[in-house]
């Protein structure tokens, strides 16, 4: 490890050598910055991972039993355990979708779970993302720039490579595909994620498109070559969001989108990873209920733990989070990317009772959270010397004909001492995610 | 009373764009279907132009048509033809199922409601009423009695409390504000389009799930949906209905028209 | 792979254009700074006239210290450079990482030049890096289509600017000849009417250069 300490400038050139940026929307325009990079990695030994993975399976797994429940027989719904207004109210809740079954029944193809552990020890699972989860390439690439830039410290230590990443991704494509090529569709050029869609384009071997060579012709997908020819295309591994999929189904305005694309799909002539809908799933208030849809669906506990939520929906709940307001972290159900977040006890008192207000006008937009006490990771400041910072892990899980947990992840932090925000749209930056294979 | 009447119903829609257009995509809703109030027969729809029309329905049973007219054109033509025998009984459809249609009791963007429409619903004093048919038809006499009818006003993507603190709006204000009221009851109700007696466009209203049926309200006439009606799609809200959606390359601009008649042709 | 798209021609097409365009005119400048070290301080505004871009410079001084590296002008070489990487990032998995990487180094060495105390020596770095970059175009893209349109982009933007920088005819018959040899290899579409009457003209001696450049710009559809 100090290997990579001593090497931090030259990794950190290699990153910028090969371009390893995100970009970032600053009074309208765009802007690419580079990912800041931290090279002390978090480590994750093998004991603690075979019990992570463990728990991401379960927790996965249910998650895709629930969408093909919610879209399906909605048995869940039928015997209580979530109130409907919770799934038909959620955002993601797309009625378009409802008794359509993606190929081979799999909603959630790639899965980004982020994870806390708190000073306890113990890991607290903060978020679901099963939308379009993005992050896996920066630790794919800083691996093999580290690993380059200072080898001896990979020979010391067992470190299982986490540079498969891009050939899971792609047996994840192949299992699924319809019979064609696979593509990955992204917003274009200015999108924050247009490196990562570009690099695992690269690496899977499917094709970068931004949907304008891609025509739906009855219910098939092709992709047009420049003399005109049509090859069919098998799946899409998608990376825009479910509005702008398909203007003939979604959002009429897209300009983004592919027209029928949906139609193409619900007749099982192409595989959309991850699923349209999915949103309905990884909604904030949804996430309350995860561990009681595992119970349902397996009879199991979950390994994972939540963190304690309380939903104000419930009046004990409401009662409990007015009583404790300044202690609690409060979410905006709509929100994502660490906007929407707010922590009670920082409120001024007038904002504070308008808030009150809002909360008890419109409780389903609101979950509570206790705050988690995190176990700080340290980083290097720019002195070069380390201080603690709270850091995150987003976990990325994959499902074919099985569910495996990619071992590494993405590791955020936050650069501000006083933030528990580490989204890199707000600042925070990266580190390796070492699991160690004994 | 009950009559049956046979009415001859014709939808045109023509659009013409300034310049020509190519790859042309397009999806279609206004395929009127039988329920248990209404008979529908000859239904005859043409599109201009396109090699293959394809067809789905979406999860509220509406019938969409589609397709794609990728060589270069500068009008568009849909004609929907044919008759309706109406006024076979005095709801639409019968449940014994209601919770499949719990998703119809939640608020969608369009019929959220506001602070104006909150005050509005209390106004209303609905929980002094008996039961949802009740109640639906006191929000339906309340609307048409506070809510003016004025074109021009708000506009496709209008909700319904940006109409009520207008004060004006056309059918498709009229209806979302009665979804907004309803839901606000937790009773399942859904947007309706469809066709009335007489020259002009299409029309909109609400639908109710009373006791297990669905009944018709039009709150832009004060008047239950009868034999005059013809009941075409329904949704949650307009956006789920809208008639005609198109996407296309070339720089052009679009002049779209949409003529509706319905005669009444029984003897 | 091997199915290459119209937009995605267009990206390579532009790719080897911006190349190219970076290349020529830096060349150019380090040329021009030279001459305006004593021989024609002015020379600034024969530069801008013949390289076709609107003189808002001002001074020599203005001039050398913002030309190359000035992001909001869009005539400056670094914005030609950024629009090169434009291209090329959404051509990742045509041309691969590795090559892009020479782009971004390019990138680095402008911005590090315009720092530096010895700019135009650093500038250097810059053409070392694009050269790299056409190396990896030869060396590590297989597809031999995907070399050939960015080499066909290449050449019709040499070309061009030769012509416009008052070549000699020799000069501009060599790369007329490079040019043509991947305009068929790319399979790009282009009028063959204008190529035969580009070529009838190169062989009448005296040629006019304005005119054969303007049915340069018209040869490619797109």
Known sequence: ?438 | MIFIRNLKFCYTLNAEYSGDITHHNFSFMFSPHDTNRQRIENLNIEIADCPKLNITRDNFKNKRYYGLIDKPHNKFSIKVTGNALTGLDIYEEYTSEPVEYSLLKVQTSLTLPGLKLREYHNGMELDKLENDYEKALHIMHTIYYTFKYASGATVVHSSAEEALRLGMGVCQDYAHIMLSVLRMENIPCRYVVGMMLGEGASHAWAEVLCNGYWYGFDPTNNKLVNDEYIRVSAGRDSSDCSVIRGNFYGLANQRQKEIVSVEDISN | MGIITLEKSNNLFWLGRYTERVHTTLKFYLKGTDKMIDSDPGYYAVYCQKVGITNIYGSRENFVRTYPYDETDPNSIISNLNRAYDNAIVMRDYIGTETMAYIQLAIDDIKHAEKSGSPLADLMLVIDHLLAFWGCVNDIIDDEQIRNIIKLGKGIERLDLYLSLDKSEFEIKKEFRRMKQFLSKSHMHYDSDTLFTIEKMLNEEGFNYLNVRSLVRGLIQQ
């Open chain 1, 1 to 438: 490890m100090d290997g990579l300490i001593k090497h931090s400038k030259t990794i950190n050139k290699l990153l910028s050598r090969y371009g390893v940026k995100f970009g970032i929307y600053k009074n309208g325009e765009f802007k690419e910055q580079l990912f800041p990079f931290d090279p002390i990695p978090r480590i994750i030994d093998y004991n603690e991972f075979s019990n992570l993975e463990k728990g991401l399976i379960q927790r996965v797994q249910v998650l895709n039993c629930f969408l093909a429940d919610v879209y399906g027989k909605k048995q869940i719904i039928k015997d209580g355990v979530i109130p409907e207004e919770f799934i038909y109210s959620a955002k993601g809740f797309l009625p378009p979708c409802d008794g359509v079954f993606p190929q081979k029944g799999i909603y959630s193809h790639i899965s980004g779970i982020d994870l806390v552990q708190a000073k306890d020890n113990n890991w607290y699972v903060l978020e679901d993302n099963l939308r379009v989860p993005s992050g896996a390439s920066y630790p794919m690439i800083a691996r093999e720039l580290q690993r380059r830039s200072a080898p001896e410290t990979f020979m010391e230590h067992r470190i299982i490579d986490n540079r498969n990443y891009a050939d899971l991704l792609k047996e994840v494509m192949d299992y699924v595909n319809t019979g064609g090529i696979n593509v990955i569709l992204s917003p274009g050029r200015y999108n924050a994620a247009f490196f990562e869609h570009s690099y695992l384009a690269e690496k899977t071997g499917a094709v970068l498109t931004t949907g304008n060579d891609i025509v739906c012709e009855n219910d098939k997908v092709f992709y047009i070559d420049y003399d005109g020819n049509k090859q069919r295309i098998g799946a899409v591994y998608r990376r825009i969001s479910d509005e702008f999929l398909d203007p003939m189904t979604f959002n009429e305005e897209s300009l983004i989108g592919i027209p029928h694309l949906f139609e193409a799909y619900k007749k099982g002539n192409v595989a959309l990873l991850n699923a349209p809908g999915n949103g309905v799933a990884d909604d904030k208030g949804i996430y309350y209920f995860v561990p009681k849809m595992i119970r349902y669906y397996l009879g199991e506990d979950s390994i994972l733990q939540n963190a304690p939520t309380y939903l104000p929906y419930y009046k004990k709940d409401m009662k409990y989070v007015l009583d404790n307001f300044d202690n609690l972290v409060i979410k905006d159900v709509a929100e994502a990317g660490g906007y929407g977040v707010i922590f009670g006890s920082s409120l001024s008192k007038d904002k504070k009772a308008d808030f009150i207000d809002l909360l008890k006008n419109e409780p389903r937009r609101f979950i509570a959270q206790e705050v988690i006490d995190f176990y700080d990771l340290d980083i290097l400041d720019e002195k070069g010397e380390r201080v603690p910072r709270k850091a995150d892990l987003r976990a990325f899980v994959l499902t074919d004909g099985k569910t495996k947990v990619w071992p590494s992840g993405l590791t955020r932090f936050s650069r501000n001492p006083d933030s528990f925000i580490v989204n890199s749209s707000q600042g925070g930056g990266f580190k390796d995610t070492w699991v160690l294979s004994r």
